[in-house]
């Protein structure tokens, strides 16, 4: 079987999350307007691909993953009208989306791109929704979410079972911002190896390593990354869209991206949809640490207080278990069991 070399490319591909993995950093409540604008901009500045949806994707707006102040429909309809040149990706998680509830009403406004996502050792639970949109004529991809809970032969045989049901690409999901660059390496050495379709990398910056483990990925054979304004995501953020393009840029990669307009791209991001730019927090640092998904922090620091116990140990603890996105409910059961032990050790 011939293999790539994708380590020779120095095309990569782009693709903005903002307006979906960014909708985690303001509770899902992005609106029309910002919805507009950044999609006008990101046009401009040539943005090859523009994400839109609830931060969890379709279908995922619900009392426990957070309501979406935009129903699905009316966030895509919005940035169909204003990309052109760009095109407008979805994201759903297999087990939440459905084709008939979401994916079919999404290719029937126009979306362009469909990623599919699943814990990293879970391809097979995708095979219906990337049939679907490979059958429609959309460009499908997989997305291989907590990818550091699996090793390099691990996730080269979940990629081949994606592209078995008609992905055209995969793309490892930091989901924790726990990855070094040496792991991201040899992930994707053994990828460029043995997967035939083209693999991405999707970062977070927990530990302050989403740009270097992004061009670590690349110097590996990665040939899509993913990158929001300003890091705008969940957690710490995402590797900052416009640092990518500038590194790469130097580099001596090819993005197709004006490196002006994204930067004002960025500022407009940061004027129009953030309350405030991310950082690393310190319960962030321990999310990266421990291997917890981002879009735990902001209950683990809500239920943390409400039973007193301090959020970091409830971070170590749901590491230990090794909890993935959709077990909220394991921290309360932590943090009951942190408040117990607590109340013991102080009767002692």
């Not at 409540?29 to 507009?36: D, E, Y």
């Not at 979410?145 to 996730?155: E, N, V």
């Not at 043995?194 to 110097?219: Q, W």
């Not at 949809?273 to 990266?288: A, D, E, F, H, N």
Request: proline fraction near 3%; charged fraction near 20%; hydrophobic fraction near 40%.
């Amino acid at each position: 079987m011939h293999k790539m070399d994708w380590a020779a490319m120095t095309e990569i591909h782009i693709y903005d999350p903002t307006l979906r993995d960014g909708n985690h950093a303001v509770q899902h409540q992005l609106n029309a307007a910002q919805i507009k604008s950044y999609c006008v901009a990101a046009e401009a500045a040539g943005i090859p691909t523009v994400e839109v949806g609830h931060g969890n994707g379709l279908g995922a707006s619900s009392l426990q993953m957070g309501r979406s102040l935009l129903p699905d429909q009316r966030m895509i309809e919005v940035a169909r009208a204003h990309l052109k040149n760009s095109k407008l990706g979805v994201f759903t998680i297999a087990g939440w989306g459905t084709v008939r509830k979401n994916l079919r009403p999404a290719v029937d406004a126009g979306v362009d791109v469909i990623r599919v996502g699943c814990h990293c050792t879970e391809a097979d639970t995708t095979a219906g929704l990337i049939s679907f949109a490979k059958d429609q004529g959309k460009a499908a991809y997989g997305c291989l979410m907590m990818s550091h809970m699996a090793d390099g032969k691990t996730l080269a045989r979940e990629c081949s079972k994606m592209q078995s049901y008609g992905a055209q690409g995969v793309v490892l999901m930091d989901s924790a911002g726990t990855h070094l660059p040496e792991e991201v390496s040899a992930k994707f050495e053994i990828l460029s190896a043995e997967v035939e379709i083209p693999v991405g990398f999707h970062a977070h910056n927990n530990l302050g390593l989403a740009i270097a483990n992004s061009i670590a990925a690349v110097r590996a054979g990665a040939l899509i990354l993913d990158g929001t304004a300003r890091g705008f995501g969940a957690g710490a953020g995402n590797a900052q869209l416009e640092v990518i393009v500038g590194v790469l840029q130097k580099l001596g990669y090819e993005t197709h991206i004006d490196l002006y307009k994204v930067l004002d791209l960025s500022d407009l991001a940061e004027k129009r949809i953030m309350k405030q730019v991310p950082y690393i927090r310190p319960t962030s640092l321990v999310s990266g640490m421990a291997g917890v998904v981002s879009t735990m922090s902001k209950p683990v620091d809500r239920i943390s207080v409400q039973y007193g116990v301090d959020p970091r140990d409830v971070f170590f603890d749901l590491g230990k278990r090794s909890v993935v996105g959709g077990q909220e409910d394991i921290i309360i059961e932590v943090a009951v069991t942190l408040a117990e032990k607590r109340r013991q050790q102080g009767n002692s």
